[in-house]
């Protein structure tokens, strides 16, 4: 999901890393982000990254269960256990070629295990854009809050 949000950059780390525990990722060699899962997974991936256009890039993951416990909503919450007993119904394809660290990043998104959230800024000042992969309305709308 993309957000317009002009946010203080070094701000928003700093909330990403103490407030929701967020790690970060360096979207230079991570694979996950390298094969652009993340960010150009759909048919406006170009309107979604903020990958390639900006001269400061950061990516965080949330994985801490407590934090995410708190970010999804019940309704998020049902949708990631849907999501979890359906897949685990399916056999495995034996003709994907996706690589296991890929598929188990994909997997802890989906099923609420994980939220992802890349930012770009032009000055390195502001945040110009901001992309995150995994729902969590209640994130969006805390780091919308920081609009400056």
Do not use: W
């Not at 256009?53 to 990516?59: A, L, R, T």
């Not at 034996?94 to 032009?122: A, H, Q, R, W």
């Not at 390195?124 to 969590?136: C, K, L």
Request: net charge negative; hydrophobic share 30%.
């Amino acid at each position: 999901m993309k957000r317009s949000i002009r946010s203080d950059f070094k701000k928003l780390i700093q909330v990403l890393q103490s407030e929701f525990k967020a790690v970060e990722m360096d979207h230079t060699k991570d694979e996950y982000i390298l094969r652009r899962y993340v960010l150009l997974e759909d048919h406006e991936a170009e309107r979604h990254s903020v990958h390639k256009d900006y001269k400061y890039m950061k990516c965080f993951k949330i994985e801490d269960p407590v934090v995410l416990d708190e970010l999804f909503t019940a309704e998020e919450k049902e949708e990631n256990e849907k999501v979890k007993h359906s897949t685990a119904n399916y056999p495995t394809n034996k003709y994907d070629t996706t690589p296991p660290y890929i598929k188990n990043m994909l997997s802890k998104v989906s099923y609420g295990e994980m939220l992802v959230i890349f930012f770009g800024s032009d000055d390195g000042e502001h945040v110009d854009n901001m992309t995150t992969q995994g729902g969590s309305r209640i994130l969006l709308s805390k780091l919308s809050k920081m609009n400056s």
